[in-house]
Nanobody, 121 residues
Framework: QVQLVESGGGLVQPGGSLRLSCAASGSIFSIGVMGWYRQAPGKQREFVATITSGGNTNYADSLKGRFTVSRDNAKNTVYLQMNSLKPEDTAVYYC???????????????WGQGNQVTVAS
């Protein structure tokens, strides 16, 4: 019923920047919160950042100042601007949409397929 399509990942050198995008489509009435998680090889998935429909943001403490989450409510799209990237930022980044209210008034959560970000020289 809802599909999250991510884009923008890839290979970047240490110190570089990348911008991830995630567009939600389907029978959507509203989306309460959108954001990002990541999973590095051999590690559990971890929280990166979220943003509510009202613009309130929340970040993992270790990423504050380098990562910025933003959102276009009209497009049901969330972005993650990543600056000063480090090799330890290498991971699969997953888009998340929570408290999705469908046109049927049902509520669900949804995840993107994941997008590889590799930071290496």
């Amino acid at each position: 019923q809802v599909q999250l399509v991510e884009s923008g990942g890839g290979l970047v050198q240490p110190g570089g920047s990348l911008r991830l995008s995630c567009a939600a489509s389907g029978s959507i009435f509203s989306i309460g919160v959108m954001g990002w998680y990541r999973q590095a090889p051999g590690k559990q998935r971890e929280f990166v950042a979220t943003i509510t429909s009202g613009g309130n943001t929340n970040y993992a403490d270790s990423l504050k100042g380098r990562f910025t989450v933003s959102r276009d409510n009209a497009k049901n799209t969330v972005y993650l601007q990543m600056n000063s990237l480090k090799p330890e930022d290498t991971a699969v980044y997953y888009c998340y949409a929570g408290r999705i209210v469908l046109t049927s008034r049902a509520q669900i959560d949804s995840w993107g397929q994941g997008n590889q970000v590799t930071v290496a020289s």
